[in-house]
């Protein structure tokens, strides 16, 4: 029949000049034998349609009927697939769609209507009905692409020109769903078993994934999954971890519960991918977040935050950040927390007075462990960085003053000779490292007078580890606190360098001598403004010294006319040549110490008394120089009777039986520690340093401004001043100055000044 038609189509096309009754004709530019001749096409209408066999549409569907029910009932189709196919275009080409489709329709639906019988056998368990309804379900999905595969011409013609009608596919969908799915009883043994079984994988056991995933697709392609399964589905894990979450948090440690919150994500991520719908994955994720983590943040940081960082569980504060950085305001209550917990531990470190002699090297080591868990737990979160120097800053500055001392003797030790536990690549990563606490201080007035008199000691007694390391920390310290800091510091160093080449001069200048002496003499030529001020103590030198001295000052004063030179005794030193049973030794000791030993070249045995009137020494300072000798290591002088203190009245004679492996012997160390005296007038020094410039910068503010009221005042005080002080600090000075005639109290308004000029 195709065939014909096909045949009539080549028929119709001839070439004629006239048009068909109903043809349509045009010009046609076909050769022809003479020159310059042209023919028409014309196309014709088709002849009429053949009409079908009488029957032929009733025989045909009963024939489709049959191989839809073999396909519905799994049994052999009597005909060839090819010859279905043929007959569904035969009938759509003669106008039978619309019939065709509805008694496909009406088998497909009477076939799905039977099937709930079925699921209405209540000896069903659970998982059976599940299997049962799995089962019949991909038995209809098979079904549903055999007969669409037969009926594809209806599908692709009739069902695609009428948008109203659904497809074959989606009308078998429609039809499962709504004599299926819809029915409440199935649907809720459904959705029931469903939940079951996710609950017995949720609690440890092994399930049937295949199954689940089979009938969640199921529901997926039914557009029922949201409104019949998920809601449910987040409810019951609503309520799973509501009570997980209370129960562990009581009953596990805070390591413990974060990897079981790690672990529950980890499944349910897990769960997605293999059964779930993936539009369940926001809020089944946010679900188990907010049950497990967010209802139990601030139990989970005063549980186990202090006890993480005092471990240092690296791997646990990472999982704790990572965990806290997927809920809302987790990582701002995280922050908070690890801001109070450095202010705390800092604080112990730094107000603790019995710490004081580690309390520097604490510090490094917990800014080292903080910047760590920053770097490797916290992502090197800006705000966590900017949180721990706020915190550092804070408790650093609770104790005024004892840090910067700390850390400038801290400083000091590691630049002192003798320090063999660093190589120089070390030690200038641990002045980086004392440079970053050093920044967190206000009060950097006391850290400079105290380095300042470590430096001094350390420059003029020699002890100097190294000079480039010295420079280095000048030059740190230069770039941190601007040249203003520095600028004594460095003058110390250039008072050291000027003197080094007087001594060249000065040792020309001897071998000139008609009388040299037999005393080589170093002077170093400190200028007052420079240095740290020391009191001035009268010794009685030997007459070998002083004259030495002498011809030093003429020597001196004849190049610069016009200085004025004051010896300073207290950190000279001397080597001493001294000659024991054992041999000769070379005794490396202070001034103080050399005019003790010198004494018994004149007698054998000495009282305290006698030595401190033969010397001048003040009496302190004697006692620590007496105890050096006779009381220390190497002792070159024996005390009667023994004992580690001097008293009054205790006599001393020489050691003639000292033994010591070393020919040279420092013993002058006793000069490189601190007194109390001297830390106390430092400090005092540094509070009157800060009265001047106090009283400076209120002069220079009222001077500009010529009327102020008091809070102004203070408060541009506090703007310029660089260290911390208190307002009843400043009201006594600004009284101070009103006294002195610098400024006046306004006459009508008292809380108002007027500078004087």
Known sequence: MAEDTRQDKRASFSAFTEHGTNGVARTSALASGKTGASKKLVIKNFKDRPKLAENYTEDTWLKLRDAVGAIQNSTSIKYNLEELYQAVENLCSYKVSPTLYKQLRQVCEDHVKAQIHQFREEYLDNLSFLKRMNRCWQDHCRQTIMIRSIFLFLDRTYVLQNSLLPSIWDTGLELFRTHIVSDSTVQKRTVEGLLEQIELERNGETIDRSLLRSLLGMLSDLQVYKDCFEGRFLTETNRLYAAEGQRLMQERDVPEYLHHVARRLEEENDRLVCYLDHSTQRPLITCVESQLLEQHMTAILQKGLNNLLDENRVTELALLYQLFSKVTGGLQTLLKFWRDYIKSFGGEIVCTPEKDKDMVQDLLDFKDKMDNVVQTCFARNEAFINAMKEAFETFINKRPNKPAELIAKYVDSKLR?????????????????????????????????????????????????????????????????????????????????????????????????????????????????????????????????????????????????????????????AVLKAEFKEGKKEVQVSLFQTLVLLMFNEGEEFSMEEIRSATGIEEGELRRTLQSLACGKARVLNKNPRGKDVEDGDHFNFNNDFKHKLFRIKINQIQMKETVEEQVSTTERVFQDRQYQIDAAVVRIMKMRKTLSHNLLVLELYNQLKFPVKPCDLKKRIESLIDRDYMERDKEIPNQYHYVA
Request: hydrophobic share 40%.
């Open 417 to 573: 000779a003798g320090n063999k536990e660093a190589t120089e690549e070390e030690l200038e990563r641990i002045l980086d490292k004392i440079m970053i606490i050093f920044r967190f201080i206000h009060g950097k007035d006391v850290f400079e007078a105290f380095y300042k008199k470590d430096l001094a000691k350390r420059l003029l007694v020699g002890k100097s580890a190294s000079v480039d390391a010295e420079k280095s920390m000048l030059s740190k310290l230069k770039h941190e606190c601007g040249a203003a800091f520095t600028s004594k510091l460095e003058g110390m160093f250039k008072d050291m360098e000027l003197s080094k080449d007087i001594m060249i001069q000065f040792k020309q200048y001897m071998q000139n001598q008609s009388d040299p002496s037999n005393i080589e003499l170093t002077v170093n030529i400190l200028t007052m403004g420079y240095w740290p001020s020391y009191t001035p103590m009268e010794v009685h030198l030997p007459t070998e010294m002083v004259k030495l001295q002498e011809v030093f000052k003429v020597f001196y004063l004849g190049k610069h006319s016009g200085r004025k030179l004051q010896w300073q005794p207290t950190l000279g030193h």
